[in-house]
């Protein structure tokens, strides 16, 4: 069933049009020396990852990570105020850690065994350190779930599994979620305290302020942990988070604020959006019904999702927006690189039309290549970086994996080419790959952070690996994590062992369900990336632009060449004639394809201003 309307995209219309809101750039690829096989590319990102992962191993460990420009490693700050260190880092081998199933994805058992035994022998979370327990929860306690399952060879990559190993990555994991219990059981209103000290509980006198993905992104690794190991409370203190998030979200317009009091449960910041502060709350109600087949996380999910669609999608800009959660009206101007997750959890999800997703991909990376690196927070009224730095975030790289697993169109994979180059060729140091302080003039920090392991440049691997075993093995249905870490979808997952009644219900096989939106997604082939994109980029201050699209084909993604076929968009006054046959050509092919879904179509439909429609299965 469509909802909030049906709307017949005519590019000619909704890009073409007014799309020059975001001023101009002219950027300079730098692709001459980028590989241009596919072969190559995963190559180049294995390469780029065994580099990295080496040099922590011999310059940081056990420290938490790398700095990869004086080749040291880094652990907790001794100042306590310095939370932006201290949140995260707690002398527990941190990128080790969170690498786990990443090591594996790679393909060498020798390795995995090798991280493994590291880990068993080295880390302990019996430390006097005070985290934040989002992050150690999705970086820490999400890798030790994941490193586990590979090893006990309940995953698609069989080859890793490891005869001695006896549950001792569970173990682990277990003790550091009872480390972080304390932050729920401290809360009278179910949503936890956002740090706690690992060994000694909710410090006296913290801050009580949380994110809604900090207090209610937990249910995946949490759900996890408890059907693993047999103990309910994991899982019903992270889903009693959840919902009393959900609980306080304002009933007129079905949004979420950003950041809430953990004691008192009112909202400190109404805005409202799908990027920083929000963002993997979203993801987790779909994944955890994917997981562990609660329908409640679907409804809720696709409630959130009405809302959004309503309230947050621009339409022109492709972009959603930031708003006020009681009001609906627009609280700021800027989007955040984290929003770049989202076209890929509309993708898998399949509960919108493929069209959305795709142009929201395509004003992000039009960001990147303007800047070769994704601004922290863009402007998209001033047409600026307001926050410059980019920390080797993973979000555009997982969307550009998701879209291109859903279509296997190959502009995907010159975006991927496009990134992977730009990141060996600009944030390269001595011994890993450093975080940009600005894009405007790609200066780096020493400090690479963990996901990037984990998460940046596993995508890019696995984008290019379009043979992996992930992508080709039966029984190999799996997630991702939002910290990227591979969960196998298990019958023991599926199974709630802490309720008489089934939890399935009659969802018996979400598997399949995204599948199934996506065979009536009949837009699927209307969204022509390469053609369209110089349009959507001239909306995100991206003009003078020539694009290298590969002319890749469908069929032949696994080794194919480049043949530099280039797409030239008008100066910032416009190609009026280029322009023009481009609309003529978009135009007369979608007045093809509203033919065809005219015949699909009941009589009397009105076509509405807003094309963000949610298919329900």
């Given at each position: 069933m469509?909802?909030?309307?049906k709307?017949?995209?005519r590019?000619?219309?909704?890009?073409?049009?007014?799309?020059?809101?975001?001023g101009?750039?002219?950027?300079?690829?730098?692709?001459?020396q980028?590989?241009t096989?596919?072969?190559?590319?995963?190559r180049l990102?294995q390469?780029?990852?065994?580099?990295?992962?080496l040099?922590?191993?011999?310059?940081?460990?056990?420290?938490?990570?790398?700095?990869p420009?004086?080749?040291?490693g880094?652990?907790?700050?001794?100042?306590?105020?310095?939370?932006?260190?201290?949140?995260?880092?707690g002398?527990?081998?941190?990128?080790?850690?969170?690498s786990?199933?990443?090591?594996?994805?790679?393909?060498?058992?020798?390795?995995?065994e090798?991280?493994v035994?590291?880990?068993?022998?080295?880390?302990?979370?019996?430390?006097?350190?005070?985290?934040?327990?989002?992050?150690l929860?999705?970086?820490?306690?999400g890798?030790l779930?994941?490193?586990?399952?590979?090893?006990?060879g309940?995953?698609?990559?069989s080859?890793?599994?490891?005869a001695?190993?006896?549950?001792?990555l569970?173990w682990?994991?277990r003790?550091?979620?009872?480390?972080?219990?304390p932050a729920?059981?401290?809360s009278?209103?179910?949503?936890?305290?956002?740090?706690v000290?690992l060994?000694w509980?909710?410090?006296?006198g913290a801050?009580?302020d949380?994110?809604?993905?900090?207090?209610?992104?937990l249910?995946?690794?949490?759900?996890?942990l408890?059907?693993?190991?047999?103990d309910?409370?994991?899982?019903s203190?992270?889903?009693?988070?959840?919902l009393a998030?959900?609980?306080?979200?304002?009933?007129?317009?079905?949004?979420l604020?950003?950041?809430?009091?953990?004691v008192?449960?009112d909202?400190i910041?109404?805005?409202?959006?799908?990027?920083?502060?929000?963002?993997?709350?979203?993801?987790?109600l779909f994944?955890?019904?994917?997981?562990?087949?609660?329908?409640?996380?679907?409804?809720?999910?696709?409630?959130?999702?009405?809302?959004?669609?309503?309230?947050?999608?621009?339409?022109?800009?492709?972009?959603?927006?930031?708003?006020?959660?009681?009001?609906?009206?627009?609280?700021n101007?800027?989007?955040?690189?984290?929003?770049?997750?989202?076209?890929?959890?509309?993708?898998y999800?399949?509960?919108?039309?493929?069209?959305?997703?795709?142009?929201q991909?395509?004003?992000?990376?039009?960001?990147?290549?303007?800047?070769?690196?994704m601004?922290?927070?863009?402007d998209?009224r001033?047409?600026?970086?307001?926050?410059?730095?980019?920390?080797?975030?993973?979000?555009?790289?997982?969307?550009?994996y998701?879209?291109?697993r859903?279509?296997?169109?190959?502009?995907?994979?010159d975006v991927?080419?496009h990134?992977?180059?730009d990141?060996?060729?600009?944030?390269?140091?001595?011994?890993?790959?450093?975080?940009?302080?600005?894009v405007?003039t790609?200066?780096?920090?020493d400090?690479?952070?963990?996901?990037?392991?984990?998460e940046?440049?596993?995508?890019?691997f696995?984008?290019?690996?379009?043979?992996?075993?992930?992508?080709?093995?039966?029984?190999?249905e799996?997630v991702?994590?939002?910290?990227?870490?591979?969960?196998?979808?298990?019958?023991?997952?599926?199974t709630?062992?802490?309720?008489?009644?089934?939890?399935?219900?009659?969802?018996?096989?979400?598997?399949?369900?995204?599948?199934?939106?996506l065979?009536?997604?009949?837009?699927?082939?209307?969204?022509?990336?390469?053609?369209?994109?110089?349009?959507?980029a001239?909306?995100?201050?991206?003009?003078?632009?020539?694009?290298?699209p590969?002319?890749?084909?469908e069929?032949?993604?696994?080794?194919?060449?480049?043949?530099?076929t280039?797409?030239h968009?008008?100066?910032?006054?416009?190609?009026?004639k280029?322009?023009?046959d481009v609309e003529?050509?978009?135009?007369?092919e979608?007045?093809?394809?509203?033919?065809?879904?005219?015949?699909?179509?009941?009589?009397?439909?009105?076509e509405?201003?807003?094309?963000?429609?949610?298919?329900?299965v």
């Amino acid at each position: 069933m469509m909802l909030l309307g049906k709307f017949r995209v005519r590019w000619a219309s909704w890009i073409l049009v007014g799309f020059a809101i975001l001023g101009t750039g002219n950027p300079v690829f730098g692709l001459a020396q980028c590989p241009t096989r596919v072969s190559n590319l995963r190559r180049l990102a294995q390469n780029v990852f065994r580099f990295s992962y080496l040099s922590y191993l011999e310059h940081a460990f056990p420290l938490d990570e790398l700095d990869p420009i004086h080749c040291t490693g880094r652990g907790v700050d001794p100042d306590p105020t310095n939370i932006n260190i201290n949140d995260v880092l707690g002398n527990y081998s941190l990128t080790l850690v969170d690498s786990l199933d990443a090591v594996a994805i790679m393909g060498q058992p020798a390795d995995f065994e090798s991280a493994v035994r590291l880990v068993i022998d080295h880390v302990s979370f019996d430390q006097d350190s005070t985290v934040q327990v989002f992050e150690l929860t999705i970086r820490a306690l999400g890798g030790l779930l994941s490193g586990h399952l590979i090893a006990k060879g309940e995953s698609a990559l069989s080859e890793m599994k490891i005869a001695w190993y006896d549950d001792e990555l569970l173990w682990l994991a277990r003790d550091l979620g009872a480390r972080l219990l304390p932050a729920f059981n401290k809360s009278p209103t179910g949503i936890p305290h956002p740090r706690v000290n690992l060994r000694w509980g909710v410090p006296k006198g913290a801050r009580t302020d949380t994110c809604t993905a900090g207090a209610g992104s937990l249910i995946v690794e949490f759900g996890i942990l408890s059907r693993l190991t047999g103990d309910p409370t994991y899982e019903s203190v992270a889903k009693r988070a959840m919902l009393a998030i959900w609980d306080r979200r304002d009933r007129g317009t079905d949004l979420l604020g950003s950041t809430i009091d953990a004691v008192t449960g009112d909202w400190i910041d109404m805005t409202s959006g799908v990027g920083a502060g929000i963002d993997s709350f979203f993801e987790y109600l779909f994944k955890a019904y994917v997981l562990f087949g609660d329908r409640e996380f679907y409804d809720i999910f696709i409630k959130a999702m009405q809302a959004v669609g309503r309230k947050l999608w621009m339409g022109m800009p492709p972009v959603f927006i930031n708003v006020d959660m009681r009001s609906g009206n627009i609280s700021n101007y800027w989007i955040d690189s984290l929003q770049a997750y989202f076209p890929g959890l509309l993708a898998y999800s399949g509960i919108v039309e493929l069209d959305v997703p795709m142009r929201q991909h395509a004003a992000y990376y039009s960001l990147w290549s303007r800047y070769h690196a994704m601004p922290e927070r863009f402007d998209w009224r001033s047409k600026t970086p307001t926050v410059s730095f980019y920390p080797l975030r993973p979000e555009l790289a997982e969307s550009t994996y998701h879209l291109f697993r859903v279509t296997k169109d190959p502009f995907y994979l010159d975006v991927g080419r496009h990134m992977l180059c730009d990141i060996e060729k600009h944030m390269k140091a001595s011994c890993g790959y450093g975080t940009v302080h600005s894009v405007t003039t790609l200066d780096l920090e020493d400090r690479m952070e963990s996901f990037f392991l984990s998460e940046t440049i596993k995508y890019l691997f696995l984008l290019f690996d379009t043979q992996h075993i992930l992508h080709r093995s039966a029984g190999s249905e799996h997630v991702f994590t939002t910290q990227g870490h591979l969960i196998t979808l298990l019958p023991s997952l599926r199974t709630n062992p802490f309720e008489r009644s089934p939890a399935l219900g009659k969802d018996t096989n979400v598997t399949k369900h995204n599948l199934k939106c996506l065979r009536r997604n009949r837009r699927l082939e209307f969204f022509h990336p390469i053609r369209q994109f110089g349009a959507i980029a001239s909306s995100v201050g991206v003009s003078n632009l020539s694009m290298y699209p590969q002319n890749w084909t469908e069929s032949d993604t696994t080794d194919s060449f480049v043949t530099s076929t280039k797409i030239h968009v008008g100066d910032q006054n416009g190609d009026e004639k280029n322009q023009r046959d481009v609309e003529d050509e978009i135009d007369d092919e979608s007045d093809a394809t509203d033919d065809d879904s005219d015949d699909n179509e009941e009589e009397g439909d009105e076509e509405e201003d807003n094309d963000f429609h949610i298919d329900l299965v």
